[in-house]
């Protein structure tokens, strides 16, 4: 085990530009954003990018530094860096994590080796490149119940929220355009992402009966999955309790979500009873904690 203030990044060599492919990846007002996410109060000595992200980890706790690692990845997927096929750096970078055990996705999301949801303890000795301490007492991964409260709020002020964008706009720019499903499912998750920093957008579920469906956003640490749905001519409120009853049914054999989150976007105005059908289809089945929201859509001014 690395001791104190002497710990390198996996492998060696200090954060190796080569490895994280820091030195023309995201700013250093990036970087400083991403350490005060992951709660790191940055001492400011000057030095490139590549320094600065070698000093935060060095001086982390063991879950210090793994947030500044889902908070580094972050930026780069951000940065597009996991976009590019085969990329050696990646490769290099997903081979160092599994030396500690965690596995690095081709998307840059990582999965730590720890069930935090059995409140396990993992052994330092298995993190040696992430831990600050030389003692040998293991780390506790802390879990705590998702706010789920607030992620329901925000889902449901959501079209509020985008009313600006879609009205008139200041110094004459174009309305950002809502018109289906897909430009819903790109503004939850920017919804999302401000709330938590690991989304993953169509996650594929594990097949059931023969068949998978697709995750529309998957909240993995937090064990949630979010589903998008709008309304249009035909597809009113029947056709809509009808596919959230299938999602309800095929989520409760899902090995890793335990919360289904369902926002109905009624972009066609044919909810009578929005109340009622968030009642009856908001419960516990299963082992499966299912909210649904349904919101309206406000009208805009006239052009």
Known sequence: ??????RPWPGGGGCPREVLG????????????AFALAGYDEVADGGGKEHRVFQALRNADDDLAMRLVEELLELLRTDRTFRRENDPAVRRLQSELQRIGATLSDEGFIDWP?????????PVSTLPTLSASGGSTGITIETSEPNLALLVSSLRRLPSALRPLRAR????????????EYDLQDAVETALRLLVSDVRPEERSPSSAGSSSVIDFLLRKERIAVEVKVTKPGRAEKKIKQEVLVDIHDYKQHPTVDTLVIAVYDLASTFNNPVGFESDLTSCNENLDVRVVVAGWPSLPEA
């Open 169 to 180: 706009r200041r110094r004459g720019r174009d309305r950002v355009q809502m018109n289906d």
């Open 1 to 6: 085990m690395c001791p104190p203030r002497q």
């Open 114 to 122: 720890i069930s935090s949801q059995e409140g396990n303890e993992l």
């Open 22 to 33: 820091w030195g023309a990846g995201p700013s250093h007002s990036s970087l400083a954003s």
